[in-house]
């Protein structure tokens, strides 16, 4: 696609239910990164995943979270038995490889709500 | 380890003045930096990138930044504030030996009539 499309754009769930949150990255981007921005922070890194190398999971906060990326495409964020914590905007992005010297672009977001 | 501080959560300026968003950063090692912009309800998009080149970045809409790495800073100018600035930016920065872009808390530009 043109760019990076996330789904769905808001969620409100109960706390306790799980939740799954999809990001669908630029075609032929190889480098896929999920972050989470909470209110009035900065961006918190969550996992990466760059081609068909393991992905770096070193920045999910507790293992209710997890991530998985199929056929090097799409990637579902999963978040188990959600808390009124995890509550934040879930954001996705690609790039073609490496941040160091290539532009990482990002999808809109998942406004999640937890209540 | 590395670390981006932006001073100030909230910056305000009249249309038509300078605007001056600053971030510092910390790395043992060359970093590269990177300013993005946040309209509202709006993914985050690169406004510049430094990347050991020209010290002094030009991006979009006007905006530049300049790598002084003297003083471990890169902030962010705009000579002339445009309504259409209103946004939050966020400083970020990597390196070589680590893909995590680490973000600064960012900073919401008001821009007054």
């Known amino acids: 696609g043109a760019g990076v499309s996330q789904s769905p754009s808001n969620k409100v769930t109960e706390k306790g239910k799980d939740v799954e949150l999809r990001c669908d990255p630029i075609s032929g981007h190889t480098a896929l990164y999920w972050y989470r921005q909470s209110l009035g922070q900065g961006l918190e890194f969550l996992i990466y995943f760059q081609g068909n190398s393991a992905p770096d999971k070193s920045g999910l906060p507790s293992d209710r979270f997890s991530a998985e990326r199929t056929g090097g495409s799409v990637s579902t964020l999963t978040i188990q038995r959600t808390q009124q914590e995890d509550s934040a905007v879930y954001l996705c992005?690609?790039?073609?490889?490496?941040?160091?010297?290539?532009?990482?672009?990002f999808g809109q977001g998942t406004r999640l709500t937890v209540v | 380890a590395q670390s981006v501080t932006q001073l100030g959560s909230h910056v305000s300026v009249s249309e038509g003045a300078l605007v001056l968003l600053r971030c510092n950063y910390s790395?043992?090692?060359?970093?590269?930096l990177f300013w993005y912009v946040q309209y509202p309800n709006q993914g985050l998009q690169l406004l510049l990138k430094y990347t050991s080149a020209a010290t002094l970045v030009k991006g979009i809409n006007g905006f530049e930044a300049e790598f002084k790495k003297s003083e471990t800073s890169f902030h962010l100018t705009k000579p002339s504030a445009h309504m259409s600035d209103a946004a939050e930016y966020f400083c970020?920065?990597?390196?070589?030996?680590?893909?995590?872009?680490?973000w600064g808390a960012g900073t919401k530009l008001i821009i007054k009539p």
């Open positions: 790395s043992s090692v060359p970093p590269y």
């Open positions: 970020a920065v990597t390196t070589d030996s680590n893909y995590q872009l680490i």
């Open positions: 992005a690609s790039s073609k490889r490496r941040l160091r010297n290539t532009e990482a672009f």
